[in-house]
């Protein structure tokens, strides 16, 4: 009982977590017109990738790790697909600043000066990512509670 209230908690934090940083992020590259913001930036990222990471292997563990209510529980849910789509959607928008951020990593311990100009195209993304953010936890909440569920009921 007591490691699936802390996986839970854990769980939850790591959305919290997850939130700050990418509004940290996206503020920064928003504002982004010199390396002097990078490290702020490269900071909050740091923050994103370590969060979603602790989101990825709580949930897993919770979903499929026998901790919580169970795979089936969960493949019936179509709030569970719902998170799980929004997540694929998530990662897939994080390639392309995730490339960014490593290239303007590599060329400022190189002592050059990266590209900042696809700062606003990265901020924008990182918006995205926040409303669809939203929404997973919107999904979660509702599937906590059963919602989507056919229960027999009227």
């Known amino acids: 009982m007591l490691i699936r209230w802390l996986l839970a908690a854990i769980h939850l934090l790591a959305f919290g977590f997850a939130l700050a940083s990418i509004l940290r992020r996206t503020r920064g590259l928003r504002r982004c017109t010199s390396t002097e913001a990078l490290p702020a930036i490269f900071g909050a990222d740091n923050g994103w990738g370590g969060s979603a990471l602790v989101l990825i292997v709580t949930g897993a563990m919770r979903a499929f790790g026998g901790f919580e209510k ?85």
């Open 70 to 154: 169970g795979a089936d529980y969960y493949l019936h849910e179509p709030l569970f697909h719902v998170k799980m789509g929004v997540l694929v959607l998530i990662l897939l928008l994080e390639i392309a600043p995730m490339r960014a951020l490593l290239r303007w990593r590599l060329a400022v311990r190189r002592g050059d000066v990266p590209d900042l100009t696809g700062a606003p195209t990265y901020a924008r993304i990182g918006a995205w990512q926040t409303v669809l953010l939203v929404v997973m936890v919107f999904a979660a909440t509702g599937m906590a509670r059963g919602i989507g569920l056919d229960t027999g009921g009227a």
